[in-house]
């Protein structure tokens, strides 16, 4: 089945025709109107309620067809100023926020995610080590003043989780003149120590886009990730993060709570990502997630839940025929670049797709074992899908 994505207009993402998001619907629906002066933020692909996809043919929505949900969602992003210093909670917590907070927390789900750049790609994943933690806050002084000597001194000499999170606490929880006060210091003094710790450009930009807001603080405790297109980053339950800039797709369980804290106009539960997120410290570089491959043409990203993994493929366009090995589970398919046709076994017999830029497939539980990638007529151009499934791998 040939889908639609849902698009979502969130204030954060790229405007007009800059957008992939907005590029990937236009070549995906033929009533798809582009508006320059919108923005473009996500398009998703699955069975969640908040915007599941829609059947071409039919025009009905993915999961009355199936009579079911996909344990995952599929989706692109397109990213212009950050989203949300934010964790996901684990089961337990999404089933309790959901029942406190249902109007906040729209469903009972966790929601552990994997992210794949398309572009240059720059995130805040994770804590810092500890030790470097405490070189920033001795190299700005202005964080000192606002989380007190105490606890800094406190962080100098135990040096461990419960240290920081005694710091970062109070830094999250300080009211907004003192982390207005905090901010305009270290933009004011402190230029030349952004410059040489290759943070300036991000920290004007941060602050240009919420001005004041405790968020900013967060660049000299999380970890700067920068991605190349097809490297990856996996968040599980309760690790904080945040998307700055950039491309990717995402696969995550079938959910969509957030814990937010920060660079957001919408709610923030400072209380419960305090409560929630996990306070031990790692180096940037451990943060990126290793596909294993496949064979020349595919590899896979298998995250360590049962709800999805990510295989890409990625085809040699002197390639006559691929044969892709695959379980009875229904995958979502996304083309980024180049033609193919796709040959897939449905329940009413062998069927042929041709799959170009935003291509979007349903790839039913009948075509195991195997799907296969023709050769479509005049394409020069090496073909890039990816593919979302349930995480079988990890049972291989």
Request: charge should be negative.
């Amino acid at each position: 089945m040939e889908l639609t994505g849902w698009v979502k207009n969130y204030d954060w993402g790229k405007q007009g025709i800059q957008s992939a998001v907005a590029q990937l619907a236009m070549a995906n629906d033929p009533d798809f109107v582009l508006n320059e002066t919108e923005t473009y933020a996500e398009m998703w692909m699955g069975t969640h309620f908040c915007g599941v996809s829609i059947v071409k043919e039919t025009g009905e929505t993915l999961d009355r067809v199936l009579k079911k949900d996909l344990p995952y969602l599929f989706k692109v992003l397109s990213i212009r100023k950050a989203l949300s210093i934010q964790v996901h909670p684990n089961k337990c917590e999404a089933e309790r926020l959901h029942k406190e907070r249902p109007d906040v927390y729209k469903d009972d789900n966790h929601k552990p995610e994997l992210s794949i750049a398309i572009t240059p790609f720059l995130a805040l994943v994770g804590f810092q080590p500890v030790e470097d933690i405490i070189d920033n806050i001795d190299e700005f002084q202005p964080l000192t003043e606002l989380i007190g000597q105490e606890a800094v001194d406190e962080l100098h000499e135990k040096r461990n989780s419960e240290t920081l999170k005694n710091c970062y606490e109070i830094m999250m929880r300080a009211d907004d003149a003192s982390i207005s006060k905090c901010i305009k210091a270290i933009a004011k003094n402190n230029k030349s120590e952004l410059k040489r710790n290759e943070l300036l450009d991000i920290f004007n930009k941060v602050n240009q886009d919420f001005p004041d807001d405790v968020g900013v603080l967060c660049l000299f405790f999380l970890n700067l990730v920068r991605l190349q297109p097809g490297q990856a980053i996996y968040l599980g339950a309760n690790e904080i993060h945040a998307y700055l800039d950039g491309e990717c797709v995402e696969c995550m369980a079938c959910s969509d709570n957030v814990i937010r804290a920060g660079l957001t106009p919408k709610y923030k539960d400072v209380e419960q990502l305090i409560s929630s997120v996990i306070f031990d410290g790692a180096a940037a570089d451990a943060k990126l997630f290793m596909p294993y491959r496949i064979d020349d043409t595919v590899q896979v990203f298998v995250p360590p839940v049962d709800d999805f993994a990510v295989m890409h493929v990625g085809i040699k366009h002197s390639v006559c025929s691929y044969k892709l090995q695959i379980q009875a589970y229904g995958s979502i398919l996304l083309t980024l670049a180049g033609s193919r046709i796709l040959r897939l076994k449905t329940d009413k017999g062998v069927k042929e797709i041709t799959l170009t830029r935003g291509s979007i497939v349903y790839i039913p539980v009948e075509a195991a074992p195997e799907i296969e990638f023709l050769q479509a007529e005049d394409c020069d151009e090496n073909f890039t899908a990816y593919i979302a499934t349930y995480n079988y791998f990890r049972r291989a």
